[in-house]
């Protein structure tokens, strides 16, 4: 039998990760001590189902601000730190298990390290993106790169990171933990309380309702980026067309009283009801009456969303790469006449299913041309702050500083520099001192498609052109996805050759009707 510790920011035995392991390893024979924090009317210490239970002198915050939140944690951290080494003293600890958040928390167990106690951080939070979410913070701010920071050194710091699903998997991987530490352990219901053959109250054997309500529930945190106010006015919408409508919902958060305040304005006090955060023993009965669980969802949040941000989510933009790539593959492009790639790889900060990473490297191969040496001719992309070494080209003089954006084409016998915005530059510099540069006529982008779909020039930037570099840029966004393999792409039958999880991402399926011939 070995002595265990877990320590959860968070209540118990509320909290159902927590508990479902601190029993289940009870279940197997431990002595298991939880240290959490003392929720109202809760005892300071007891045992349940075999768990000794330390509530520390700390509660859920409830105001608002993401330094209120740090502060908190702060609190906790040295309350739980003392609290766990006063108990290994008195009796050693085999193991000690951080729940996150906060993830600096796992920091608290220094002491135990030291004597080479197996320290474990069980994930359940992405730090960096609860808080973009939860403050409205970009990723780029100071408190996000610090959480970014302190979210890599506890996973270095732990012995093992337990993390909830594949996406949390491949994200923390991403981010350059070792993947063999990294263990995934689903949330799964208990089945000895959440029994699917149970019928529902109000309706018959065969779950025809019979007692006139519709029952709409929501369990969860009560918190703005769970839109469960846009699900209160929803309620208030279909009211008049369900007259026996009712929203039961049941969790904490530091936006219920603006929720509250809200049915209150609507009318609808007896239709909304509050039942706070209820063990899970109590859920069963609570979901067996609804007709509809409504699951959280993403609100929109200002400086999160949009203006500008709205690129660097998969939801919505291309990221860094669709945004710029158009304009600064297209002189390369234009320049060397090459079509669509054979090989990408990438390199980037991170992967994530929702958002695109902060900085992205992509090396492609591309079939040559008449203006290439060789059959094929490489080309790298670079954003989100990185550069390439001027070392490159043996061609630009030391003094000379490359553009924050735009395009180097390195040659035999010089490079060229295509500024983003600005005029080109060719290098050595005393080589073309006088070389002429051609005299190009004046383009407006309007007049160029207008003419061109008059039938009275070519557009300057035909599919036969843009076709080929569009796919470039976009293919590096599937990449992105599969950090460090080189995919192996046929442009002709529009598919990986050596990946066939990346060509979910190349097609959408679409609705009926909406079908593009040839795809």
């Known amino acids: 039998m070995a002595k265990i510790c877990i320590i959860t920011h968070s209540g118990y035995p509320v909290e159902p990760r927590a508990r479902r392991m601190a029993e289940a390893l009870a279940g197997r024979g431990h002595a ?28 859920r915050h409830q105001g608002a601000g993401a330094v209120a939140y740090l502060k908190e944690y702060a609190r906790f951290f040295f309350l739980a730190g003392r609290e766990l080494l006063r108990r290994h003293r008195r009796a050693p600890y085999a193991l000690v298990q951080v729940h996150n958040p906060p993830d600096a928390l796992i920091f608290a167990t220094l002491p135990l390290k030291l004597a080479r106690v197996p320290v474990l951080l069980d994930l359940r939070e992405l730090m960096p993106e609860l808080f973009m979410s939860r403050f409205a913070l970009a990723r780029g701010s100071v408190i996000v790169r610090l959480l970014t920071w302190l979210e890599r050194a506890a996973c270095a710091y732990a012995d093992t990171v337990f993390v909830l699903h594949d996406r949390h998997r491949r994200i923390m991987a991403g981010r ?31 779950g025809v309702r019979t007692d006139g309500r519709f029952v709409v529930i929501h369990h969860g945190g009560i918190m703005q980026r769970y839109g469960v106010d846009l ?3 929803a309620v208030a919408q279909v009211r008049p067309e369900i007259p026996g409508v009712k929203l039961e919902l049941y969790g904490a958060g530091d936006y219920r009283p603006t929720v509250e305040r809200l049915v209150a304005e609507l009318g609808l006090g007896d239709v909304v009801r509050f039942h ?6 109590h859920l069963p009965a609570a979901i067996r009456p609804a007709d509809v669980g409504v699951a959280p969802m993403r609100p929109y949040v200002r400086e999160v969303y949009h203006p500008f941000y709205w690129r660097c989510w998969r939801d919505f933009g291309g990221g860094a790469t669709g945004d710029f790539g158009c304009h600064i593959f297209d002189p390369v492009f234009t320049a060397l006449n ?18 695109y990473p902060a900085w992205t490297i992509a090396n492609y191969l591309f079939n040559g041309s008449d203006l290439t040496v060789g059959k094929t001719i490489e080309a790298v992309w670079m954003d989100g702050g990185k550069m390439p070494e001027k070392s490159v080209s043996p061609h630009l003089s030391e003094a000379y500083q490359l553009p924050k954006s735009g395009s180097l084409l390195i040659g035999e016998e010089g ?12 290098f050595p510099e005393e080589k073309f001192a006088n070389y002429p540069a051609p005299e190009l006529e004046p383009m407006n982008h309007y007049h160029d498609f207008v003419e061109a779909a008059l039938g009275n020039r070519t557009a300057g930037a035909h599919f036969g052109f843009s076709g080929p570099m569009t796919e470039a840029v976009l293919l590096a966004n599937i990449a992105n996805r599969f950090i460090g393999e080189k995919l192996e792409w046929d442009a002709g039958a529009l598919k990986f050759t050596n990946n066939k999880k990346a060509n979910r991402y190349v097609k959408r399926r679409y609705r009926t009707g909406w079908h593009v011939k040839g795809l």
């Open 32 to 59: 298991v001590d939880v240290l959490c924090l003392h929720l109202p009317g809760q005892a300071s210490s007891e045992i349940l189902n075999g768990v000794s239970v330390v509530r520390l002198p700390e509660t």
């Open 231 to 233: 699900l209160v006015r």
């Open 338 to 355: 090459i079509g669509a790639p054979l090989t990408i790889e990438c390199d980037a900060e991170c992967y994530s299913e929702e958002v």
């Open 415 to 426: 490079s060229l520099v295509i500024p983003h915005v600005g005029p080109p530059k060719l």
């Open 176 to 206: 350059g933990i070792p993947p063999g530490k990294l263990v995934q352990v689903m949330n799964c219901p208990d089945e000895r309380i959440f029994d699917p053959a149970q019928a529902g109250d109000g309706r018959t054997a065969e």
């Open 276 to 281: 706070g955060q209820q063990p899970i023993e």
